[in-house]
Structure formats: C-alpha cells, structure tokens
C-alpha cells in the first residue's frame, strides 16, 4: 500500500510537470496567433503588455477571471457548467501520450495513436453540451454544425492515420517517431500530410472552417451565451486542442523528437526541442491559415469532407498497402 | 493488486449506475449522457483487464460516432418536446408495455444461452485453436486470427454495414427541384466572351438585356 502511495505521488508530479508546460505554453501560442495575424494584416497585434506584448494572455486571463460568470435562468445548469470543464480536460488528458523524447513520455501505451484519436474524437461533446444546455438558437445551431462538421472530418483523419500505421506496424507513438528514423513519413506521404493539415483544421473548428462560431450569422456559436472563465475555459481547451494537433501531425508524418539530419551540429539539440520546433512550424502554419483564407459555406465543407478527402485517403491506402506489399517493405515480418 | 480492484469496483460501480440513469432519467438528453458515461466506464474496464484494442476501439466507435448521433437524434426531439408534442405525461393506454415485456423475455432468453453455455460448456474457449501469448501486443493478436481465420466473416460484416447505409441513403434521398448546385469545373471554365458583353448604349434610352 505504501509503494502504491508512492507510485502515485511521483506519477502526479509527472504529469504536473507536463501538464503546466503546456498552460503556459497554450498561453503563449495566443498571442502568438494573434501576432502572426496582426503581421499579415499590417498591424502591430498585442505589443504593450510586458516585453513584445508576451503577457497579453495572462493580463486576459486575469480579466477572465474577474468577470462574472453568467448562468443563463433557462438553461440546463448542471450540463452548462460541465461544458468547458470536459472541453479543457480532454484536451489536457491527450498530452500524456505524446513522446517528447526518447523514454521521454509520461504514458508509454501500446495504442498510443488510437488514444489520441478517441480523446480527439471525445471533444465534440463539449461543444454539443454546452450548445444544447445553452438553451438558444444560435449555440444549438452551432453545437449541431460542430458535431456535423467533427464527425465528418474524423473519418478522413482516422484513415489517414491507416497509411502511417501501415508504414509503422505498431499504434505506438514512441514506434511511430523511431520508424521515421531513415525518412520522415512526410515525403512518402505528402498528399496525407496535406490533407491531415486541413482536416486538423476542421476538426479544431479553425478558419477557413470556424463555422460552429461564424460570428456573421451565429454570434459566437457555442459559446455565446458563456461568459467569464467558462468561456475563457473553452477558449483555453481549443488552443490546446490546436496544439495537440500540431503535435499530432509532428509525430505523425515529421519525425517527432528527431532531427532533420543525424550530424553533429543538428544532433546535438535534444529531441524536446526539435518536437518544441515542429509544433511551433505547424501552428505557424495554422496561423497564416487563419489569416489569408475566407470561410467556407457549409456545403462545401460538406463535400470538401466526404467526396473528395474521403475517397482519396481510401485510394491512397489501397496504393500504400500495395507499394508495401509488392515491394515486400511490409513492417512486422 | 488491492488498487486494482479498487479501481475495478469503482469502474464497474460507474457502469452500473449510469446503466440505470439511463432508463431511469426524465431528461433523454440527460439519457444519453448517462449512456456515454456508460460505455467509457465499460472501454475502462476493458483497458483494465489488458484488452486496450478494445477499449478503445469502443471509445471511438461507439462514443465517438454512435453515442455523438444519438445525441443528434435526441436533441432533435428535445425541441419538440418543448412545445410538449413528444413523451407527454399522460396515460397511453399502456400499448408499450407488452412490446417492451416480449423484448426484455427475448433478451432475458438469450443471456440464459450465452450464460448457460458457458457454464456448462466451459472448454469451449480453450477449444478454438487460437494461442494466446503475451509476447505479442493484442492489437496484433487480433488482427492475426480476424484477417485469416475469420477473413470472410469480417468481410461479410463489413459488406452487411455498407448494404445498410447504402439503403439508408436510398431511402433518405428525395430528389428536389430548383436546387442551385455549384460545378466548379463550370465556374472555372467560363471565360470573358461569354461572360461580359460590351453593348453600345444610346443616349437617354438604355439597354434591353434579353435574360
């Protein structure tokens, strides 16, 4: 009984140390999105508080959490307050799978990547209850177009991830990076990469594709009718759910903690870092997105999902499969 | 171990009650909830017993895209039952009562069969000739008997589930008229002649366009 009070005091010290990293870190990539946004456009973005304007996001949160938190009288109250709290918590509890290194990992699990992709796909219900417990007609609209819109993208996602595993032969992370060692599975690979980017677009509501909160017709969607620190626990679980993409596509198709190439200067960073990077590289990405492209109706979005993305991940397998089968490169022999 | 067990009897005590929330509950939506707290407590006692694949394999099936449409559904009718259209309080002269009876004694039937079976006939899992070892994840074990011995039968299922969404469609789908459909391929191609026409108007008279 000891040793397990034990076993459970270090494991709780571990995923502080993972999880704080990442809060601050969620806090950072913010205000770096809105830097990045200002610079497209021209402006200056959040530059007056603290050097650079980098504590922007900590004098918002200060004013989040000062703000009275309004319960609306009609609403479901008990469902309403769960909302945020599931939304934050499934995308903090994703990061325990992610490897940042070599036994530098806090959950070491054998189907690490269907983890990820269950809790990925757990977090639709968020944003469907607090749509629904809301009791309104916009985030009911918006909490439906979300769960539409998530559903959809899912399927392209999880075939996706097909062509990696068969790649791999293990659902693994730690397999996935170490399998990447002679190539990076974004060269094989390019078209996946490109549709995972935009498919981890949709699947984080992200412009071009924020249509459960476009302001234009629905308000803010889900959130309107939250205010105070429950939305800015929904605003906090949506970054971090960005980053967990981000880091997704990293450990998916570039290479996790390893290095572009394995010589002295490049070798000589440690694997955190290059993850650090890599994540940093595709929210840049995320946020030049978001600045440059107009939204999408929703048909398009529609058929973006299922009649171009889905058939062609499915055709890309079976060639896959194929060029791995004829040229006996199958993994796990 | 004691932790173990612990955890089991928390897991499982979880699954129980929520199992009972969901017949028990007035609010269907709540229903669901209570549904999903079901099958995530269940892939829990999965992932307990070492069966990971399945865990979570279940989480996303069933959580993810099952539970995530019967939500859909439900609150559908949720809207309704606002304007107190649907599951109004009052007596139905009890019609349900001998459908629901039939299928609970059809079920209770075949808990009899599948418990019995395996009471009395206990070697019956040993008698499949699949090994079991612990060297091999149980990802791998499972995709080592489902895509040999059991090839025809999973493909049979999955042949089963595209028949069923395929009709779905079929029955769903009503063609409409004027619907306005986009062709990229037309947009794309339309060029400046057929587009812009350069018509000389007089003066203090206009321009009639033939639509």
Redesign the interface.
């Known amino acids: 009984m000891n040793s397990y009070f034990s076993i459970l005091f270090t494991e709780v010290y571990k995923i502080l140390f993972l999880l704080v990293p990442v809060l601050v870190s969620v806090a950072m990539i913010v205000w770096l999105d809105r830097r990045v946004w200002a610079f497209v456009q021209k402006r200056r973005g959040p530059n007056v508080v603290g050097p650079f304007g980098l504590f922007q996001s900590l004098a918002d949160a200060l004013k989040y959490i000062f703000k009275e938190i309004i319960i609306p009288a009609s609403s479901n109250k008990l469902v309403f307050v769960l909302a945020p709290v599931v939304t934050m918590t499934l995308a903090l509890i994703s990061w325990a799978v992610i490897p940042f290194g070599e036994d530098f990992v806090l959950a070491d699990i054998n189907v690490g990547i269907l983890y990820l992709f269950a809790v990925s796909s757990l977090g639709v219900y968020g944003i469907i209850m607090g749509g629904w417990a809301s009791n309104s007609k916009y985030p009911f609209l918006g909490a439906i177009r979300s769960a539409a819109q998530m559903v959809s993208y899912e399927v392209s996602i999880g075939v996706i991830i097909i062509n990696v595993l068969l790649c791999v032969g293990s659902l693994n992370l730690s397999d996935i990076v170490m399998a990447q060692q002679n190539l990076w599975f974004v060269i094989p690979l390019f078209p996946m990469f490109v549709i995972f980017f935009i498919s981890a677009l949709a699947e984080t509501n992200r412009p071009p594709f924020d249509l459960p909160e476009a302001e234009a017709e629905l308000v803010a969607g889900y959130q309107t009718e939250y205010s105070g620190m429950m939305y800015a626990m929904f605003w906090l679980g949506e970054y971090a759910n960005i980053l967990l993409m981000c880091a997704m596509g990293s450990v998916l198709f570039l290479g996790g903690w390893l290095s572009p190439i394995d010589t002295f200067p490049f070798n000589a960073i440690p694997g955190p870092f290059w993850l650090i990077f890599k994540i940093l590289f595709l929210f840049i990405l995320f946020a030049l997105v978001k600045a440059t492209v107009p939204r999408y109706r929703y048909d398009q979005l529609m058929k973006l999902g299922w009649k171009i993305f889905l058939p062609f991940s499915l055709f890309y397998v079976v060639l896959t499969s194929s060029f791995l089968l004829y040229f006996d490169l199958l993994p796990g022999k | 171990m004691?932790?173990h067990s612990v955890f089991f009897y928390i897991f499982s005590l979880i699954a129980i009650i929520s199992a009972v929330m969901v017949t028990v509950s007035k609010?269907t939506?709540?229903s669901v909830?209570f549904l999903?707290l079901d099958f995530i407590s269940i892939s829990c006692l999965f992932i307990m017993i070492g069966a990971?694949?399945l865990g979570?394999?279940m989480?996303?099936v069933y959580?993810?895209?099952v539970a995530?449409?019967f939500?859909?559904v439900v609150?559908m009718l949720?809207?309704a039952e606002q304007k107190g259209q649907w599951f109004s309080s009052r007596w139905d002269g009890g019609t349900h009562i001998p459908i629901g009876l039939l299928v609970s004694l059809i079920i209770f039937f075949e808990l009899i069969i599948v418990i019995g079976g395996w009471k009395y006939k206990p070697d019956l899992l040993n008698s499949l000739s699949i090994n079991i070892s612990n060297e091999i994840?149980?990802?791998?074990s499972i995709g080592n008997v489902l895509y040999t011995d059991y090839i025809l039968l999973f493909q049979i299922s999955g042949m089963i589930l595209l028949v069923a969404m395929i009709g779905a469609i079929v029955l769903t789908y009503r063609e409409r008229a004027g619907v306005k459909r986009?062709s990229y391929v037309k947009q794309i191609s339309r060029e400046r002649d057929e587009g812009v026409d350069l018509v000389e108007a007089e003066r203090n008279k206009g321009v009639k366009i033939d639509a």
């Open positions: 004691i932790a609010n939506v709540h909830f999903i990971e694949f979570m394999i989480l996303i959580v993810g895209a995530v449409l939500l859909f609150m949720n809207v994840t149980n990802t791998r986009q």
